[in-house]
């Protein structure tokens, strides 16, 4: 067992690693729902992205809405700063 903790990743390595909290107070919350295979897909490209899924999703969406080029994870329309 102590070679599984010392093995470990360490603080900031990676994902599972956290970063050290912001001043910054965010008092506003956003939550949404999806299907399973919804989830399991943001679940994947969070751990591609080596992020956790509420980390994901936040970045992902507030790219959306600066019009900023997300990768194709959704497709740009009109809308979209060019």
């Not at 070679?3 to 994902?15: E, L, M, P, T």
């Not at 399991?40 to 994901?56: F, I, K, N, P």
Request: glycine share 18%; proline share 4%; hydrophobic share 35%.
């Amino acid at each position: 067992m102590a070679d599984a903790i010392d093995g470990a990743v360490g603080f900031g390595d990676g994902q599972g690693g956290r970063r050290p909290r912001q001043g910054t107070r965010r008092p506003h919350r956003v939550e949404f729902s999806l299907t399973s295979e919804e989830f399991e897909l943001l679940g994947a490209a969070a751990g591609r992205a080596g992020r956790a899924r509420g980390a994901y999703a936040a970045e992902v969406t507030l790219a959306a809405a600066r019009g900023e080029d997300i990768g194709g994870v959704i497709p740009c329309r009109s809308s979209c700063v060019s």
